[in-house]
T-cell receptor, first 112, second 118 residues
């Protein structure tokens, strides 16, 4: 059973601080990794995709991938109250198609 | 471009009934995947359709089935509903065709259908 693990939180951060979220995965052959944000009662919204080892930055978000350690992380800089949500790590395990395996999500609370 | 659309948005059914949910992907996307989200199990993959064929399948019983039409629209069906089928059912579309390309395997989710089984 391929697994994706995340700390469920809640991760409480003050406004303006950096939120750091972690994710580990079990399938060493995985090649595509995603972070989604989900507000309560809404559907997941894509924040970032990452495919190569290293860092990828997009605005206030930075994703980091380390395939040797089977580890993906997401940094949120200058956290805002609107960033309060559940962040889902997902790994695409479909070699010839799409099959996302999700972690349980990390709930982030940004306090003004 | 319009996003992924799903109908209906809310459904209430009773045990033993069957239900059909519909999904229209983003224009040009040919891959459609279905997911179930519950508080206890989280987000779980049901199946993926591409070119009217099921290409990937998750670990759900045969009561869960789907199909895709030539215009890429997809439906999923759940027969003999159980209380545990109450969930948010999410559809996602992707431009991915065959082999993985980093530009095409991102999935975009629709708003979901909230199914309640009484």
């Amino acid at each position: 059973q391929k697994e994706v693990e995340q700390n469920s939180g809640p991760l409480s951060v003050p406004e303006g601080a950096i939120a750091s979220l972690n994710c580990t995965y079990s399938d060493r052959g995985s090649q595509s990794f995603f972070w989604y944000r989900q507000y309560s009662g809404k559907s997941p919204e894509l924040i970032m995709s990452i495919y190569s080892n290293g860092d990828k930055e997009d605005g206030r978000f930075t994703a980091q991938l380390n395939k040797a350690s089977q580890y993906v992380s997401l940094l949120i800089r200058d956290s805002q109250p609107s960033d309060s949500a559940t962040y889902l790590c997902a790994v695409n395990e479909g070699a010839a198609g799409n099959k996302l395996t999700f972690g349980g999500g990390t709930r982030v609370l940004v306090k003004p | 471009k319009a996003g992924v659309t799903q109908t209906p948005r809310y459904l209430i059914k009773t045990r033993g009934q069957q239900v059909t949910l519909s999904c229209s992907p983003i224009s040009g996307h040919r891959s459609v995947s279905w997911y179930q989200q519950t508080p206890g199990q989280g987000l779980q993959f049901l199946f993926e359709y591409f070119s009217e064929t099921q290409r990937n399948k998750g670990n759900f019983p045969g009561r869960f089935s789907g199909r895709q039409f030539s215009n890429s629209r997809s439906e999923m069906n759940v027969s003999t509903l159980e209380l545990g089928d109450s969930a948010l059912y999410l559809c996602a579309s992707s431009p991915r065709t065959g082999e993985r390309k980093t530009s095409t395997d991102t999935q975009y989710f629709g708003p979901g259908t909230r199914l309640t089984v009484l």
